[in-house]
């Protein structure tokens, strides 16, 4: 009698949060990086950081973290980025671990700021994404959404 093969381990993992309280922090400076500093004099930078609350997957339901937003001028330029740059592969990275569990994505410089203001005033009150496994409780975040009242993360996740 034949074994029945046993199904391929998932490649890409979907993790849902409910998101709150948003803290801002913005540095500028000379750009360190003298490879960088021709094209990029200044270095600025300016970084949300919010709380999750995760509600999927299972194995994290309830577990809170740490999230940060970070600008990346090179998604609005895509000519900014190396051809073998990874913010081409993922825009950012899940760390999940029985001691850590952070997120960090990168999005266009604009688009922080003005979802940082709508967590704050409740308007965005989800975040999905999906993303790629890697070993040792790491995600390589492909895909990122934010989601306001008419979305019932709960419910999504059935």
Known sequence: MARAKKAPPPTHEEFVFR????????????????????????DESETIRFVTECIWPDRFKGREGQAALRPE????????????????????????????????ISLPPTVGWRLAQAMESGLVRSMLTNGLIEPRGMNRVIHVSF?????DPVEYVG
Not at 19 to 42: C, D, K, M
Not at 147 to 151: L, S
């Open 73 to 104: 001028p090179a998604f609005v330029d895509h000519k900014l980025l190396d051809e073998n740059d990874v913010l081409r592969k993922w825009v950012g990275y899940i760390h999940a671990t029985k001691t850590v569990f952070e997120t960090s």
């Open 147 to 151: 989601h306001g009242q008419d979305f």
């Open 19 to 42: 998101v709150r309280a948003p803290s801002l922090t913005y540095h500028f400076g000379i750009e360190h990086n003298r490879q960088r500093r021709e094209w990029r004099p200044f």
